[in-house]
């Protein structure tokens, strides 16, 4: 695999023809947010002819559009001035705290403790469901623009989640009952080697573990590495490992992230997919909608529809958090939500299995059911899909219609409606 990243990453948009303009815009978002991609990437997926348009070019390459305006003055001023390495570095260091690096309290409410000790590299919002970010784990294959957890790739140790220690993390599990679902996450778990990942997975199927009996894998690389399923070298130990996690009982879920049809276009990924789906695990796939990639109605219908036809589930319909780049990749919920009905509309009920659009809000999964009108007044009608508080899941409530609202902190109770905490 070949990456390309900072000034490589230049090199490459230069030798693809992009302006010296542009370059320059390049270089000055780059050094807030973080921004790879691979070969893969750049020779199956972007569309080169469209580009700077392409929407696989607009997920993985920056855009000036990406920082808001007086931080990508203050960085362009600075580096058309020549300033020093560690004046940059404090800049881009100062732009990432006003950029809300950890959103929905992740880790203000979000990490547990061990004997009195917070736990790093895990997350426990949900009773079922822990999250756990090894450390070996924080990068990806290539990085999408609108990543939520962008932070995690920004070489600020402050920002960055990550677990150190196996036997912690499953001793705090092991002590948990009411702990069903294990999360591994990051950055992306498929980066790292089998043989690592099997240390991190194999202690989960220890007998005191008896009650975890799904195993979570949060990738991309289905989209953007295919060949950690296929050729690379250490590919079917991976696959085995699914199958082990299988044999001992264990409901393995792989959960890809795609975020428009293009992605599930390759014959590599498709046998990608079809070995996956060999060893007994199941794919789901979930994306953000998201503004100048896949904000229309007939992407979403084109994508569920092909993941049916593949053996994946579609699952989630996020939208985008309200971090790092949202004033770019954002979309106003009353669009969210009819990109949402308009897809729905094109499929058959085997694609209707994803759900949404979804805000995952710091009290929880928050979806919008829909719009109407109640006693004169436009109002979302919102419900609880998840929650720190298991007694809200599933209730429902009103907020008043915006149009302009993004995100869950834009809206406020309508009517008199009761409101999630």
């Known amino acids: 695999m070949k990456v390309y990243s900072h000034e490589r990453l230049a090199r490459l948009a230069a030798g693809r023809g992009m302006s010296e303009e542009y370059l320059h815009d390049l270089r000055v978002v780059s050094s807030v947010l973080p921004f790879k991609v691979n070969d893969y990437v750049v020779n199956e997926l972007i569309d080169w002819s469209a580009a700077p348009d392409d929407p696989i070019f607009r997920l993985t390459f920056p855009h000036r559009d ?26 881009a260091l100062d732009a990432h705290a006003q950029l809300n690096p950890n959103p929905g309290a992740q880790v203000s409410a ?35 623009g609108y990543c939520f957890r962008w932070a995690q790739f920004v070489g600020n140790s402050e920002l960055k989640q990550a677990a150190p220690d196996v036997a912690e993390v499953m001793a705090y599990v092991a002590a948990d009952p009411n702990v069903t679902d294990l999360l591994f996450t990051g950055g992306d778990p498929m980066i790292m080697s089998a043989a690592v ?15 975890v009996r799904t195993l979570r894998f949060g990738t991309k690389a289905l989209s953007y590495w295919p060949a950690r399923f296929t050729t690379d070298a250490d590919a079917d130990d991976l696959l085995r490992l699914f199958e082990r996690c299988v044999a001992a009982g264990k409901h393995v879920a792989v959960m890809a992230h795609f975020t428009h049809p293009r992605e599930l276009e390759t014959p590599l990924v498709r ?40 053996g994946a589930i579609p699952y989630y319909m996020f939208v985008e958090r309200d971090t790092g780049a ?18 729905v509309r094109q499929v058959s009920g085997l694609a209707r299995t994803a759900r949404g659009p979804v805000m995952s809000a710091a009290p929880g999964k928050v979806l919008i059911d829909g719009t109407m009108t109640v006693a004169g007044t436009d109002v979302f009608s919102l419900r609880m899909l998840q929650s720190r508080d298991p007694a809200q899941v599933g209730r429902q409530f009103l907020a008043h219609l915006d149009p302009g609202a993004e995100w869950f902190s834009d809206l406020r109770p309508a009517l008199g409606s009761w409101w999630p905490r």
């Not at 009773?127 to 990806?140: H, M, R, S």
């Not at 990942?197 to 009650?211: F, I, Q, T």
Request: glycine share 4%; with cysteine; net charge neutral.
């Open 66 to 91: 990406m920082l808001p305006e007086p931080i990508f003055e203050h960085l362009s001023q600075l580096m058309q001035s020549s300033a020093e390495p560690a004046v940059l570095r404090k800049a």
């Open 110 to 144: 979000n990490v547990p403790t061990r004997h009195g000790r917070r736990l790093e590299g895990v997350q426990h919002k949900y009773a079922e469901t822990v999250l756990i970010f090894p450390a070996q784990g924080q990068t990806c294959h290539a990085y999408c």
């Open 197 to 211: 990942l099997d240390r991190w997975v194999s202690p989960a199927l220890a007998p005191e573990l008896e009650h």
């Open 271 to 310: 046998e990608a997919i079809r070995r996956i789906r060999a060893t007994g695990a199941v794919i789901r796939a979930q994306a953000p909608v998201t503004a100048h990639v896949n904000d229309r109605a007939e992407d979403w219908a084109t994508l569920w529809q092909g993941l049916v036809e593949v």
């Open 326 to 343: 949202q004033s770019y990749f954002g979309v106003p919920l009353v669009k969210a939500l009819q990109v949402y009905t308009d897809a």
